[in-house]
């Protein structure tokens, strides 16, 4: 009786747990048994390294060959396990002789004629095995770019079952490799500039300071007023993401597509259709949950045009993201945890027909129309929106008065100056942006004066603001304070952040 072993990466959600991958040759008759809480495609496995076995020139023993995946309490899906599940039985027949397989976390798909297919997750699938100590992976070539993001492992990417057993001392035919491709992060550039923006100067600087503080936005406007074309120029102002942002949405991205991911220090800018699910939204699926649309605007904008028109428990499952940074899908094997930190655009007209304001065509909305159109946005969705905008049509002056609006690079420095003052003043707490500064905080070591406070005092005891939407101006005058490079927030900066609060 001949035993081996090798190491794969169980996933659930973004959280990986080692499995080891045990294969066992005994003499009775032949068969090849999967145990160790396989699902269908995991256990169809055994067909397809047989097969991939005998094409590559490496076949195995007509015995009885056992493969244990531990612990076994953990539920295994997919077919990643095939290059792990492959070695160790290769391994235990005594063809792969060479030292090392133990030591190796193995990650791949195998083809019938022994090629290796990439699979979903790999990124942190090693991601996993780096945190459990192990010091190498193999993985498929056409995963190897993403997988070489993470530093502290030795990583190496094949495309045939034959290279990865030479690779171990085994004695077979080697298939050729293909060549490699890099993956490289794309230059944080943007072709869309607030400069296009003709007569909504007042709405360019609200986005400015919903930028600077990371501020959630809501704009109302009729048709055409310009609520998507704003929307789509705010990532170019937004400050670019760091190496481990980088890494954290590509790892979304490798859980959640099946094709290549490219990774991008500009922030994403995800917007979703009307009709998507709660499901394509929150995320989810039979067996491992994978990220929706919210984790995929992790760390950038999610824009959702129309949004009345969405399900209004799509507009609700938005709520706890929106106040924790995560997203938890919970199933009965356990809760997968996703994160979710985004930056919340809405975009609606201002009833049905869309005329109501600012349009100059007469609406023909009643007034039970307007307001259930507008209910669809929950009331502690709407408490969550920090700056709500108003905005009317352009009229022709604005247009043929060729004035540009600012450029977005000019922007992006008021942007970048004023996160900077206030990663200054947060320096020791684990907030980066006023957006995420609890109110507790502010009223205690960030006080206003009794003077430029009072205003806000006497909105929350006439019950015009709730606590949530005090604590939320608050934050909103910090940010106003820090675009006007101003210490503390004056009673013009609070103010003006009331203003953004209730305007619409």
Not at 107 to 112: F, H, T
Not at 403 to 421: M, Q, T, Y
Request: with cysteine; glycine share 8%; hydrophobic share 40%.
């Amino acid at each position: 009786m001949k035993l081996a072993k090798t190491h794969s990466i169980s996933l659930f959600g973004l959280t990986g747990t080692v499995i080891e991958v045990e294969a066992d040759i005994s003499s009775n008759l032949p068969g090849f048994v999967l145990v160790g809480l396989p699902d269908a495609s995991l256990n169809e496995s055994t067909a397809r390294v047989r097969a991939a076995t005998v094409n590559s020139g490496l076949s195995l023993p007509q015995r009885k060959i056992t493969v244990n995946l531990s612990p076994a309490s953990v539920p295994k899906q997919g077919s990643s396990f095939d290059l792990a599940i492959a070695l160790a039985a290769l391994k235990a027949a005594g063809l792969v002789p060479g030292a090392g397989v133990t030591e190796t976390v193995f990650i791949g798909e195998l083809a019938l004629d022994g090629r290796i297919k990439p699979v979903r997750g790999v990124l942190p699938m090693v991601m996993a095995a780096k945190a459990s100590g192990f010091k190498s992976a193999v993985v498929p070539l056409e995963n190897i770019a993403e997988a070489e993001l993470i530093d502290g492992i030795d990583v190496a990417g094949f495309d045939h079952l034959t290279q990865v057993a030479n690779l171990y001392g085994a004695k077979c035919p080697v298939v050729m490799k293909m060549e490699r491709t890099s993956l490289e992060v794309v230059p944080a550039e943007t072709t869309k500039c607030f400069s296009e923006v003709l007569g909504q100067s007042s709405a360019i600087d609200a986005l400015t300071v919903a930028a600077a503080g990371g501020h959630h936005l809501l704009m109302v406007g009729p048709p055409g007023a310009g609520k998507t074309m704003l929307a789509e120029r705010l990532p170019g102002i937004l400050p670019r993401l760091d190496h481990q942002q980088v890494v954290e949405n590509l790892a979304i991205q490798s859980l959640a597509r099946s094709d290549s991911v490219t990774p991008s220090a500009l922030a994403p800018f995800i917007a979703p259709h009307q009709t998507a699910s709660l499901a394509a939204m929150v995320g989810g699926g039979s067996g491992s949950p994978k990220p929706g649309i919210i984790s995929l605007a992790n760390n950038g904008i999610l824009f959702l045009d129309e949004a009345p028109e969405f399900q209004t428990p799509v507009l609700d499952s938005l709520r706890q993201p929106l106040e924790s940074g995560t997203i938890t899908i919970s199933r009965a094997s356990g809760q997968a945890i996703f994160p979710a930190r985004f930056q919340l655009v809405l975009a609606a007209n201002p009833c049905p027909c869309g005329f109501s304001v600012g349009s100059g065509k007469a609406c023909i909305c009643t007034g039970g129309q307007r307001a259930k159109y507008f209910s669809r946005i929950s009331g502690p969705l709407s408490d969550r929106i920090d700056l709500r905008l108003e905005l009317n049509q352009v009229n022709a002056t604005q247009i043929t008065s060729g004035e540009p609006g600012p450029r977005s690079s000019d922007l992006a420095l008021k942007v970048a100056s004023a996160r900077s003052l206030a990663s200054k003043r947060l320096r020791g707490t684990p907030w980066m942006k006023n957006s995420q500064v609890p109110g507790s905080y502010l009223r205690k070591h960030l006080r206003l004066t009794a003077q430029v406070s009072r205003p806000l005092n006497t909105a929350l005891d006439r019950s015009l603001i709730t606590m949530r939407g005090y604590d939320r101006i608050l934050r909103l005058a910090w940010t106003v304070a820090d675009l006007g490079g101003n210490e503390q927030p004056t009673s013009e900066d609070l103010a003006l952040a009331m203003y953004y609060r209730g305007n619409a």
